[in-house]
Structure formats: C-alpha cells, structure tokens
C-alpha cells in the first residue's frame, strides 16, 4: 500500500490562456475555445508536457495521519493530487483544488468536479465533502484532542474520479492576488468552467473519453447550470448535473414561506405566529410586522440545527443576525487541521496563508440569482439532472425544491414514489420531462451523505448507469 501525494504536477496551461475580467459572453467564450484549441497542440508540446508528467509524477512525503487511517482500507494504492489552476493575467486568482482519483480504472472511470455550498451558505470549502463522507477517509472531531482520520467505508472514489474545487475564490486555500474579489454567480461559473477546461487540459495525457459530471451543493444550484452552459457552448460535454440540497432560485419571499411552512410542519413554532406569519409576510417579507417573525422564529430555533432537524445544535450563541446561520457544526479541529504548519508544507501551501472553511464575507455579499433558465437550457441540451435532497433540511427544504420545479412548468412522468434500500424506506422519487429526478433521502439533513454513505453512493451510481430507483415502484434494493 503507498498513499501517493503529487504536490505540485505540471501546470501545463498555468500561463497559455488568459482568465474573464469581466462578465461578457464574448470575452469567456474566446477564452474557453482557447482552452480547448489548446489540446490540440503539436507534438512537440504533447512530449514535452508527457516528459513533465514523468518527471513530477514522484511519490512525495504523504500526510501520514491520512497514510495511517487510510491503509486499513485494505486498498492497493491511493492517488490523491492538491494543487491549484491559476485563472487571470491581471488580476490572477490560484483555485485550489484536491483530486482523488478512481482506484478502478482512473483513465476511463468518470470523473466528478464538486462545488460545495453550506452549511453557512455561501461560501464554504469543498474540503468538507472531501473530510466528511465522500473521500476516502472522514475526519472525526472525537478522535483524541486534536480529531483524526478513519477511513471512510462508503467511499465515492472507488469508482470515479473525485475533484473538489474550492469556489469562489475566498475559501479553502483558493485565493487572489489584489483587487476585489468578484462574488456573484456569473463569475464564479466563469472560473469554475475555466477551472474545469485547465484541469482537463492539464492531465488530458492520463484520460481516454471519460464521462463528465457536476455536483453542486446548497448555492451552488445557482452555479452549476450556467457552468454546464458556457461548458456546452465550446463544445466541452457533460454527462449530468446531480445537486444536494440545492437553491436555484433566490428568490427571498418564496424561500422564506417555503422554509417556515416546512418548520411548520414539524411544530417549530407556535400557531400564534403562524397566523402573524400568513397575514403579514405573504408578499413582504421586509416589513416590521414580517421582520419581528424573522426574528422570534430565529429566536425560538437557534439551538435547533435547520440544516438537519434531527440534530440538537451545540452552540450556546445568542440570537444571530440576519446575515449569519447558527453554526451548529464544530468545525474548528479540521480547520486547525488545515491550518497547521506541518499540513501546509506537505500540500505545498503557502505558509502564511490561512484555510477559511466558510468565509462569511461571501456569504453577506454574494450576489446571487435565479438560474431556472440556465437550468432549463441545459436540460433540453439533453443534460440529465438528479436533486438529491434530506428530507430533515429545514433551510433548503423539500417544499421549496417543489415550488421552483412548479413553476418551470415542467410535467411529471410519474407520481411521488416509494424507493427502498436494504429492505427498507429510503425516501421517494419522481422524474419529471425533460431529464430531471427529484429523491428524497429520509432522516438526513442538509449534506445527506454524511448520514446516508451507502445510499447516496448508491443513488449516484444508478444516476451515472442511467438508472432510477423508482423504475420498478417498490422494489428492494439491498448493497453488498
């Protein structure tokens, strides 16, 4: 067994093409098919970037906190790369990233590219999905005082290539160099498309015709749709778009009456409020009537963690102000973990640099919008989508999900549907025209594959084999 660290691969297009400045089409689609001309360089350029490959393609010192845990897997080798794809001339921006390649077959497994989102909204490393349910080992906060790596049974690269980029820039170890970062939709699906043509580029000499997918989780619904998009229009193909818990449209008043008719229906307040709440806040949400209800709920739930109903919050903070969700989640072991010297050098970080898992910042000055025709679009590309959502998430609730999808218009192919797994309930689905899957996920909350391993691996790979749970209503499914 050897845990293989690449520190620094080749950046073979680091400096061959130039990043958006600004938010207009023309300029991001000139940039984009020079990124694809790139790959048909000559092939001189071919062998110079293969020599590079062999030469930096070296086992370095691992994190042996991961060697260790990691090694009880059973598994022959791990391949995992943390580096950075620089975007910009002017103003550069170094997007970091970690890749844990598919210990079947790397070269033909599909690959995944995953955006992050919560829990704090936006703005939070993707680094959370790598250390909590979807790489190949899980960080535990109780193990001894400083929390540690165990390997992780449900492990989504067995089969596929994971790559988490940490968007936008801000978070993880993603930075800028001046100026003033750009936070809105538009340019985060600039450089996650940008992002995504360099990577591909980059280790174009180690694929052969691997399927593409995107994952987005909570605001990166907004994202990922716009992404798939400006990847269509320089003839960059994308097999599926599959989101967790995702906010696709921001639009305030309908999230809000979306998120307190869920809460509502778990008895999270009082039916006193609920009255208030119906006769002032249907159409304004900003009102003084409306806000006093903002705030008494908010009271009332601060130590009810909404991103996953099942869970008590441990924070004792007092009331939260409007820009700001309870922390219910103690994060701060992994990102001492991150932030430490001996980590940093072994990723070949800058050591004055510090790891933010959620940088709250973005989260107040985001500027976010709906993206139902982006999304609209991509599916009659003919681009499949699966919703993947917790049906215990009280901030980006299943009611919502149902509202936006309403009023896309878009027609049913069949009714709300009973799934199982192991013999047992494992939530409900329904497709509808054209190419969009809706599943339920019971007792699991706003990031379901922490809770829900197995069976979010499961859902996925049915997705990617173009399979759907609700093919055969009622029919057990059991995992080996």
Not at 308 to 319: A, G, I, P, R, V
Not at 433 to 460: E, H, M
Request: aromatic content about 12%; proline content about 4%.
């Amino acid at each position: 067994f050897f845990f293989l660290m690449i520190r620094r691969p080749p950046r073979s297009t680091q400096s061959r093409s130039s990043a958006a400045s600004d938010v207009y089409k023309r300029q991001v689609l000139v940039m984009l098919k020079q990124q694809m001309t790139k790959r048909s360089n000559s092939l001189r350029t071919i062998i110079l970037v293969c020599c590079l490959l062999s030469y930096f393609v070296q086992s370095q010192k691992p994190l042996e906190a991961l060697k260790d845990y990691c090694a009880e897997l059973g598994q022959d080798k791990r391949e995992i790369i943390v580096d950075e794809i620089i975007l910009g001339n002017t103003t550069k921006r170094s997007i970091s990233y970690v890749a844990v390649f598919s210990q079947n077959k790397p070269e033909t497994d599909p690959i995944i590219f995953w955006i992050s989102g919560g829990p704090n909204g936006p703005g939070c490393t993707s680094l959370l999905a790598f250390s909590k349910g979807v790489g190949p080992c899980n960080f535990v906060e109780d193990k001894g005082e400083t929390g540690g790596w165990e390997p992780n049974q449900h492990d989504f690269t067995q089969n596929a290539t994971i790559v988490f980029l940490e968007l936008p820039v801000g978070v993880g170890f993603s930075s800028q160099e001046s100026g003033t970062e750009k936070w809105d939709f538009m340019h985060v699906s600039i450089d996650a498309s940008l992002t995504i043509m360099k990577w591909l580029d980059t280790f174009q000499l180690r694929l052969s015709g691997n399927k593409i997918y995107l994952v987005g989780e909570n605001w990166s619904g907004t994202v990922l749709p716009r992404t798939v998009e400006l990847l269509y229009e320089v003839k960059q193909p994308v097999e599926g778009m599959i989101f967790f818990n995702a906010e696709i449209d921001s639009m305030q008043t309908h999230r809000y009456k979306a998120k307190y008719d869920f809460m509502w229906g778990y008895q999270l307040y009082n039916r006193e409020l609920r009255e208030t709440l119906e006769q002032n806040c249907v159409d304004d949400i900003v009102s003084p009537s409306c806000k006093f209800v903002h705030e008494t709920i908010k009271r009332i739930t601060q130590k009810v963690n909404l991103f996953d109903l099942s869970d008590q919050c441990k924070t004792s903070e007092e009331f939260l102000t409007d820009y700001k969700f309870v922390k219910c989640k103690d994060y701060n072991l992994l990102s001492n973990y991150f932030n430490s010297a001996n980590v940093k050098f072994e990723l070949g970080k800058d050591p004055t640099q510090t790891f933010d898992i959620c940088h709250e910042e973005i989260h107040i000055l985001y500027q976010q919008k709906s993206a139902r025709v982006h999304l609209l679009n991509v599916l009659k590309f003919g681009v499949p989508a699966l919703f993947i959502n917790g049906n215990m998430d009280a901030e980006y609730p299943l009611t919502e999900v149902f509202r936006w999808i309403k009023s896309l218009k878009m027609s049913p192919n069949n009714e709300w549907r009973q799934y199982f797994f192991n013999d047992k309930l494992a939530g409900h689905t329904v497709s509808y025209q054209p190419n969009l899957i809706l599943a339920s996920v019971r007792g699991a909350g706003g990031n379901p594959y922490t809770k829900k391993g197995a069976l979010i691996k499961f859902l996925l790979q049915n997705f990617i084999d173009g399979k759907t749970p609700d093919s055969q209503p009622c029919l057990l499914y059991t995992s080996d």
